[in-house]
């Protein structure tokens, strides 16, 4: 099952939407994700000079990954681009991702792991030319519920002090092996040692519906936004194949 979550920094555009569930490609598999987002109604001003406006804008990135054994996945994001609201398309970034979770995550009732990610952005992008992200994942599997924290902390490299807290979180219904559907929380809290007022933070609910299954897995989903701070109302899909 695809799960999906926002790893960016407050007031920021994103390439994926994706709460991360510990589940490792198989040790050899390649895998391809496409990631796409679009933001009907969101921010009308770009959130520093020469950055991308959110709203109407597209982004997407294929994510490229290799299981390198039960334990340790691989993965480079290329590459992420934005087409505007104007009809321009802009190339983003680049990461690189370096995920580490208990072996069949996907079968365990309790399961865990961590996501390491280091980023090279173009100045519309991100205000720094390099960023990374570490991001803790705890699930429990309870019959058919699923619930997954994703505690991420964003980073500019300067200072401890500078992490940037943007957690997400994902409680999902299982129907059945291949359906599911869930409810995310996607929040940035800003930094760590200056926690923003609760109107200038961001907090979006989504609605999810996930297929696992062949050819390939699906996940859609359409947000809502619940602060000022926030994009109104996003949409995401996220396509995933294996490649061999």
Known sequence: MIACCIATRAAAQTD????????LAEPGQFTLTLHSNYTFDGRKVADFPGGIVPDRAFNGVPEWAYGVNDWFEAGLYLPVYT?????QLEFDS???????????????EFFYGVNFELSYNEPHWEQHRWSGEIRPIVGWRMGRVDIIVNPIFDTDFKSLGDLDFAPAARIDYNFS???????????????????LPANEQQHTIFAVVD?????MSVEFGIGFGLTSASDRLITKLML?????
Do not use: C, M
């Open 83 to 87: 087409i505007t609201r104007d009809g």
């Open 94 to 108: 680049t990461k690189l991702r370096a995920l580490f979770a208990v072996p069949h995550a996907g079968e365990r």
């Open 177 to 195: 092996h291949t359906w599911a559907i869930a409810i995310e929380h996607y929040a940035d809290f800003g930094e760590v040692r200056h926690v």
């Open 240 to 244: 995933e194949a294996p490649l061999n």
């Open 16 to 23: 994926e939407i994706q709460v991360y569930t510990g589940e």
């Open 211 to 215: 297929y696992s299954g062949s050819p």
